[in-house]
């Protein structure tokens, strides 16, 4: 089962919703493969949702280096991109890409 769109903390840690395409609206490579890109996370206790099946190609941030839940692509060009996960009680979905871009100097 999967969470809320949206995050309780700062850099989205806690997110274990079912969003699995970028900012830019590419889709993400799923957690336990390798292709097209190398994945180095292949830990599972450091996703919230335990297994490496079960966060499957969803956005996740699963040792909060980045500054917010993102993911691998299957764009061969793209490696990684972040995705717009607003923070939980926060402002509407538009306001939260601003916000968002904001916070990650864009």
């Given at each position: 089962?999967?969470?809320?769109?949206?995050?309780?903390?700062?850099?989205?840690?806690d997110y274990y919703g079912?969003?699995?395409?970028?900012?830019?609206?590419?889709?993400?490579?799923?957690?336990?493969?390798?292709?097209?890109?190398?994945?180095?996370?292949?830990?599972?206790?450091?996703?919230?949702?335990?297994?490496?099946?079960?966060?499957?190609?969803?956005?996740?941030?699963?040792?909060?280096?980045?500054?917010?839940?993102?993911?691998?692509?299957?764009d061969e060009v793209v490696?990684?991109?972040?995705?717009?996960i607003p923070p939980c009680?926060?402002?509407?979905?538009?306001?939260?890409?601003?916000?968002?871009?904001?916070?990650?100097?864009?």
């Amino acid at each position: 089962e999967y969470g809320p769109e949206c995050t309780n903390t700062s850099l989205g840690a806690d997110y274990y919703g079912n969003t699995s395409v970028t900012i830019t609206g590419k889709i993400c490579q799923h957690w336990a493969y390798d292709r097209p890109h190398q994945n180095s996370y292949k830990d599972a206790e450091k996703f919230p949702d335990k297994t490496l099946r079960d966060a499957a190609n969803h956005c996740r941030n699963p040792d909060s280096s980045r500054k917010a839940p993102w993911c691998y692509t299957i764009d061969e060009v793209v490696e990684w991109e972040y995705c717009n996960i607003p923070p939980c009680g926060g402002p509407g979905e538009l306001q939260s890409i601003v916000l968002f871009a904001d916070k990650l100097d864009l």
